[in-house]
């Protein structure tokens, strides 16, 4: 683990492998440890940059709105600091907003995009209703918060079969404090539309979605990319494709990095 200084608050990364650049984005009550067994594998081939976003894993809170232009600008901080000058990004759910924050701030920077269990849209007034309902709930109760959250992001039919990945996942979401929760909810909540972005096809596109994603309409998802060049992957479970969908999603990922 290594770490730098971005807006005089620490920002953690690994870097292993060498090769065209990769940068793995994790989502809310996440952190770079999920991608373990990834960088693993795409190491092989790869260099391969995990981050852990503001106020998740190690590292550091940055206020009481952590927007995804302040984690591009985190994430674009850490690639200027390793002289990589083109990445191509992978970024789950959350992960996505940023990595499409940072195709926007850094158009020259930017290889290829995957959003996985992702969306370019911006939240409906319903959502961000949600995430103002999220802040009060976490704030009240936030061991019951986080270990509802993460159970309610696989399909009903693998809760049970996975319910030891589940369990790993909240020990991990666990150790996301409180003000990275809350700043998180607050920066998605008013994240900006990027769906214009894809239909410019200025570099490639892999959407992977779940048909079962209990958080992302799978349905209104593809319309994002309608009249696009945007590669689409449909899983038939939920919004955690990484856990849920593991082998088969290693198999895609490989063959886009190409």
């Not at 232009?69 to 990445?87: M, S, T």
């Not at 949600?130 to 696989?154: C, E, P, W």
């Not at 892999?206 to 209104?220: A, F, H, M, T």
């Amino acid at each position: 683990m290594k770490t730098l200084l971005y807006k005089n608050t620490k920002i953690s990364y690994t870097d292993s492998g060498t090769g065209t650049a990769i940068v793995l984005l994790h989502g809310f009550l996440e952190n770079k440890k999920m991608w373990q067994e990834y960088v693993k594998l795409f190491s092989e081939k790869h260099r391969v940059i995990t981050i852990d976003l503001l106020g998740h894993g190690e590292s550091d809170c940055l206020g009481y709105v952590h927007s995804m232009e302040d984690n591009a600008n985190a994430v674009h901080e850490v690639l200027e600091h390793l002289k990589i000058e083109k990445a191509t990004i992978l970024g789950h759910s959350m992960g996505g907003y940023v990595g499409l924050a940072f195709a926007e701030l850094f158009p020259n920077n930017i290889q290829k995009l995957v959003l996985l269990n992702s969306t370019s849209k911006e939240d409906s007034a319903e959502k961000k209703l949600n995430r103002t309902r999220a802040i009060k709930a976490v704030k009240q109760n936030y061991v019951n918060f986080v270990s509802l959250a993460i159970g309610n992001l696989f399909s009903e039919n693998n809760r049970t079969r996975l319910a030891n990945e589940i369990e790993k996942a909240k020990v991990q979401a666990l150790k996301t404090p409180l003000q990275g929760i809350v700043a998180s909810l607050e920066g998605m909540k008013i994240r900006k539309d990027r769906e214009a972005l894809l239909h410019k096809n200025l570099f490639p596109v892999l959407l992977i979605l779940g048909k079962k994603d209990p958080v992302l309409n799978y349905e209104e998802s593809l319309s994002q990319i309608e009249d696009t060049t945007a590669e689409l992957v449909s899983f038939e479970d939920g919004h955690m494709s990484h856990i849920e969908n593991k082998e088969e999603l290693k198999i895609i990922l490989l063959e886009f990095f190409q």
